[in-house]
């Protein structure tokens, strides 16, 4: 551990007895000075990551390390009593499980400085087999606690522990596996954090009225609430939860990021501590080398030129919001309040939805952590004609809902959703929250109610689809990355989505002609994908470019063209085995069409870091253009 600037060997490897309910001066003084050394590290290391601009989530593990280093030294006192593993569903916590990794030996301490980056094997969510020492797959958030039900099932005699936040208990998995845990008396102890911040605000203001504790205690759980800043209290109910007979809520209120200047308390911490902030703390703390350290740590820069596309740069998934602002603003407010309601998930900054609350906040209703009840409160609401529900979530979370959209569907909902982050580009938190398996939305029999997917290549198509189709009866779904993406040129070097273009759904366009075969993209792909065009027609080899805008309808024009040329190569971010690559053979078989056919796409785990994704799963430029070679022969 000596390379690493925080000396990671001063901590205590303590012992605990859960048969003793108090502390000891020594012990007491052992866990303060672990505590203070443990969150020093976090601040720092997770710094690095906002220095290379991956992100970091400071907040969450650096709250709630007093409870565990709690229980690392009860693990190391009995450990025949527990399943010694710091199972949390709140996966962003990750630096939890990277640094206690490091405590327990798995890798060393200066692999930390390489939070979040690409091929560090350290993601933004613990991957079990993925990362040395960790031991679990968290996912998404509040997914954790069934699973754990399922460890205690396997393990009567053992306690267990989960992880969790006044935000993970928003999920409706949770209520769920409170109940089994009751019914079944699960030996599960709930650690849980509950400091009043999630992404976009406060609990206690926009759901006014719930309380983690009392919801717990109304599904029959033990709750014992407490200052999760009190350490003789802290470990005195986390003790008592042990000793008590079936599942026990351990509920630990305090501010967020306690005691970092800047950002206790505040949303701000939910994320990453930024390098400014992280410095001072550092500084104040005594911890000169780490911050020298930090302030040496440099982002990596993508410094390819994509041919055919602008120098300029939007993202989509802030163009949306804008785009639905032009559109309310040609309403009165009685029409806005009467015909649209914007149901939020507590990430309108990520989905642009909070460009709509700014404009207009009387049609917006910020919300939890709760996708698929608020999705439908926004069908329900767009259950009349004229009505429109709007949603908006991550991709990712898009799995969650399956049945929620096909009620909306068989009730002939009105729902305009949009689902950023999606695909796998700039996505640091890595494999569980790629957005690639979209086309899920689509599960309607052909007879079905309307539903589109749609997922524009560029800002100023972006801007046109959702102009487009606002009004469209049944349910739409706009797509959107994390990353920003380049304007689309034409031939002549002009906007290709600009001046007087009109969207039209369910039609493909031809971005560039060819004779030799064609590439056929939608959004994040589309920009690498004619650059890869661009630099084989420098070749000598004449390929074509189709977007496909609207993903799941066949234009049976565009398709007879490619159809008939020497070859089709589907490029897309989505997943292999169920994008839009896994059916287009079938279409064009299905109209007696054969040419060269391939498909590259999402296809393994996650390399973490941003723009890197792309290479890693050879999808880049350079990818489609190897494909390209090996469908000529």
């Given amino acids: 551990m000596s390379k690493f600037p925080i000396d990671l060997g001063a901590y205590q490897r303590i012992t605990l007895d859960a048969s003793v309910p108090t502390l000891t001066a020594e012990l007491r003084a052992s866990l303060k000075a672990n505590i203070q050394l443990l969150r020093d590290a976090i601040v720092f290391f997770t710094a690095t990551g906002a220095a290379r601009g991956v992100g970091g989530h400071t907040g969450g593990p650096y709250d709630t390390v007093p409870e565990v280093v709690i229980l690392d030294a009860l693990f190391r006192g009995s450990a025949e009593k527990y399943v010694p593993i710091f199972f949390d569903e709140a996966g962003h916590r990750v630096a939890t499980q990277y640094i206690m990794s490091v405590l327990n030996g798995d890798m060393p301490a200066e692999k930390l400085t390489e939070y979040r980056a690409a091929h560090s094997h350290l993601p933004g969510h613990p991957e079990l087999g993925f990362t040395p020492g960790v031991k679990f797959s968290s996912g998404r958030l509040g997914h954790m606690w069934p699973y754990v039900n399922g460890v205690a099932l396997a393990h009567t005699s053992k306690t267990v522990f989960c992880l969790g936040s006044d935000g993970s208990q928003q999920e409706g998995d949770d209520a769920e596996a409170a109940r089994l845990a009751v019914a079944q008396n699960l030996n599960v102890k709930l650690i849980i954090d509950d400091n009043d911040v999630t992404i976009a605000g406060h609990p206690s203001v926009y759901l006014k009225g719930t309380s983690t504790a009392k919801t717990l205690a109304g599904h029959g759980l033990t709750v014992l609430e407490g200052d999760g800043e009190d350490l003789d209290d802290l470990y005195k109910r986390i003790v008592t939860a042990i000793n008590t007979d079936g599942p026990v809520a351990v509920i630990n209120h305090r501010p967020m990021c306690p005691g970092i200047v800047g950002l206790e308390g505040s ?235 009109k969207f039209v759904p369910g039609k493909d366009e031809v971005i560039r002609e060819g004779t030799d075969g064609y590439i056929v993209a939608f959004g994040e792909s589309l920009y690498r994908a004619l650059d890869a065009v661009e630099r084989l027609k420098k070749e000598g080899i004449n390929i074509g470019l189709i977007n496909k805008p609207t993903l799941n309808v066949i234009d049976e024009e565009t398709l007879a063209k490619i159809g008939k040329s020497p070859l089709v190569l589907v490029v897309e971010s989505f997943n292999r085995k169920t994008g839009l690559g896994s059916r287009f053979g079938s279409w064009l078989l299905e109209r007696g069409l054969t040419p060269k056919f391939a498909h590259i796409a999402t296809h393994k785990e996650g390399c973490g870091g941003l723009w890197e994704q792309f290479p890693h799963q050879g999808i880049d430029p350079n990818g489609i253009i190897a494909k390209i070679k090996e469908l000529r022969g």
């Fill in 267 to 501: 949303t701000h911490g939910h994320d990453v501590v930024s390098v400014k902030v992280a410095l001072e703390y550092l500084e104040t703390r005594g911890h000169q080398a780490a911050a020298d350290f930090l302030r040496e740590v440099k982002a990596p820069k993508n410094e390819d030129v994509f041919l055919g596309s602008s120098d300029k740069w939007d993202a989509n998934r802030n163009v949306f919001g804008d785009a639905v602002v032009g559109v309310l603003s040609k309403l009165s407010e009685a029409e806005r309040k009467e015909k649209v309601r914007v149901v939020d998930s507590d990430l309108e900054g990520s989905c642009g939805l909070h460009k709509i609350h700014t404009a207009y906040p009387e049609t917006f209703i910020s919300s939890g952590i709760m996708e698929r009840g608020n999705f439908s409160a926004a069908a329900g609401f767009g259950m009349e004609a004229g009505k429109q529900g709007i949603f908006g979530t991550f991709a990712a979370f898009l799995e969650m809902l399956m049945s929620e959209i096909t009620m909306a569907r068989l009730n002939n909902s009105n729902v305009l959703s949009h689902f950023s982050h999606s695909g796998i580009d700039d996505m640091a938190d890595n494999t569980c929250h790629f957005g690639i398996n979209n086309f899920f939305a689509d599960n309607g029999l052909d007879d079905a109610y309307a539903t589109n997917l749609y997922f524009p290549a560029d800002p100023l198509q972006m801007k046109a689809v959702v102009e487009k189709i606002f009004f469209d009866p049944g349910l739409r779904f706009v797509f959107s990355t994390r990353s920003k993406v380049p304007t689309i040129l034409d031939t002549n070097g002009n906007d290709f989505f600009g001046g007087d273009y």
